[in-house]
């Protein structure tokens, strides 16, 4: 079983949808996650960390449940903007270590 | 502030020639990894270093070398250029210590032909 894994898509939702990725990961003892945002072959870029309580940044919502060992990502109010591939990253290997997902593809369309 | 520093940004090699790929950063992260992209394959672990002086390898490293003499700089080599190692190469550096996230230079697209 891959460390890391995610349902690589792609989604292809309209403008305005809410739209949500998950993103399981194998490390039980991982601390620190986060979701990368990456356009068409650019470097990843930080989109946002996970922290146990949640957090919301925005149209932008993660969540992390330790219990099932995933992490989630939620977009609302899509727009044409957010069309890129989302990345979630856990550590392994000792815990500092970040394991990339393959990464989950959004489209959103007009 | 630059951030992490990539050069060359393109580069083609034939097979057999050796290149080294640059990076530096100006953040003072301890943590310096270098990742390759291929299409449907997500970032794969090259080589990564926890300090200056330290490397270990990652998921990939064969046909790479690193060295961290600095904690600024992290060069990635390829010893013998081959056509399967045609990709994108990132290098990324962070804080060791703390939910610190990875920054990421701007990538080196790298044909061997």
């Known amino acids: 079983r891959k460390e890391v894994e995610q349902d690589p898509g792609p989604f292809n939702v309209p403008e305005g949808a809410t739209v949500a990725f998950n993103c399981t990961y194998s490390n039980s003892a991982s601390q620190s996650f986060f979701w990368y945002r990456q356009d068409c072959r650019k470097e990843p870029k930080l989109l946002m960390s996970?922290?146990?309580s949640g957090n919301e940044d925005g149209r932008f919502t993660a969540q992390l449940n330790r219990a099932s060992q995933y992490i989630s990502l939620l977009i609302r109010d899509s727009k044409l903007s957010d069309s890129a591939t989302y990345l979630c990253?856990?550590?392994?290997?000792?815990?500092?270590?970040?394991?990339f997902g393959r990464g989950t593809s959004l489209i959103v369309h007009p | 502030n630059a951030g992490v520093t990539q050069t060359p940004k393109f580069q083609v090699l034939k097979t057999g020639q050796s290149m080294t790929l640059q990076c530096a950063q100006d953040m003072n992260h301890e943590y310096m990894s270098w990742y390759r992209q291929d299409p449907g394959m997500g970032l794969r672990l090259i080589h990564y270093s926890v300090g200056a002086g330290i490397t270990d390898q990652g998921e990939v490293p064969n046909g790479y070398n690193v060295s961290r003499s600095t904690t600024e700089d992290f060069p990635l080599r390829l010893l013998s250029a081959a056509p399967s190692q045609t990709s994108v190469y990132f290098c990324?550096?962070?804080?060791?210590?703390?939910?610190?996230?990875?920054?990421f230079g701007d990538g080196t697209r790298l044909s061997i032909l």
């Open positions: 996970v922290y146990s």
């Open positions: 990253v856990a550590p392994t290997g000792g815990s500092y270590i970040p394991t």
């Open positions: 990324a550096s962070r804080f060791l210590t703390g939910n610190q996230p990875q920054h």
